[in-house]
């Protein structure tokens, strides 16, 4: 039985979002926003937090703030 992921990849969260990559990655640079950054060029999102996130971004009305 194959575990599931706990994390996105950049491209597998713009997929998920629905986003282009430049819009991907802007967020993955934004303040507050739940990137890990495992090398200099290599980020994981994980999927929990993404949640939070986003459900954090839609209760303020969208209004995210760097």
Excluded: C, D
Aim: aromatic share 8%.
């Amino acid at each position: 039985m194959p575990h599931e992921k706990l994390t996105y990849t950049v491209r597998e969260m713009a997929q998920a979002l629905g986003i282009g990559m430049n819009a991907a990655y802007a967020l993955v640079h934004s303040e507050g926003f739940p990137a890990i950054w495992t090398s200099a060029r290599r980020v994981v999102i994980p999927k929990e937090r993404l949640h939070a996130f986003l459900n954090e971004q839609a209760s303020n009305g969208g209004q995210h703030h760097e």
